[in-house]
């Protein structure tokens, strides 16, 4: 009996770990984004806020993916500067939303605005962080 007991309090905590793990998916065990990024995504929402163009193009990652119907597949500093606009929804969205890792870009993450038809995406160039890519998948 005393053989039982001491392996059930054993596997007990083991067992409780994992039950708790089960409940709360596998969020629990994400890891939270790099400092460097989220600062990154802090400073291009504010420049996005308060529609300072050359402080965005000094966080973009040129030349910038640009998927859009109709629109250029990439664009130069020059075409983003000349089409940049102060946007408080999407300001507010780049400073709000969650950042979330891209399973199919290494070293990639995004942020989903207006119900996932706008995607805004940083990623890891030359060991620094940018803003690399718009997708606009409600088109």
């Not at 998916?25 to 420049?47: C, K, M, N, S, W």
């Not at 890891?124 to 997708?135: A, C, M, T």
């Amino acid at each position: 009996m005393t053989e039982m007991r001491s392996t059930v309090s054993k596997i007990l905590p083991v067992l409780c770990v994992y039950v708790v793990l089960s409940l709360v998916g596998g969020e629990a065990l994400a890891q939270a984004p790099p400092a460097q990024l989220i600062a990154v995504r802090d400073r291009f929402a504010g420049a996005v806020l308060s529609g300072d163009a050359k402080a965005a193009a000094a966080l973009a990652y040129f030349p910038l993916e640009n998927t859009v119907y109709g629109g250029p597949p990439h664009l130069t500093k020059g075409e983003f500067m000349k089409h940049f606009e102060k946007d408080e929804d999407w300001g507010n969205c780049l400073a709000k939303g969650k950042l979330a890792k891209e399973a199919k870009r290494r070293n990639t993450d995004s942020i989903n605005c207006d119900q996932g038809n706008n995607i805004y995406y940083f990623g890891l160039r030359n060991g620094r962080w940018y803003y690399i890519s718009y997708e606009n998948v409600g088109e």
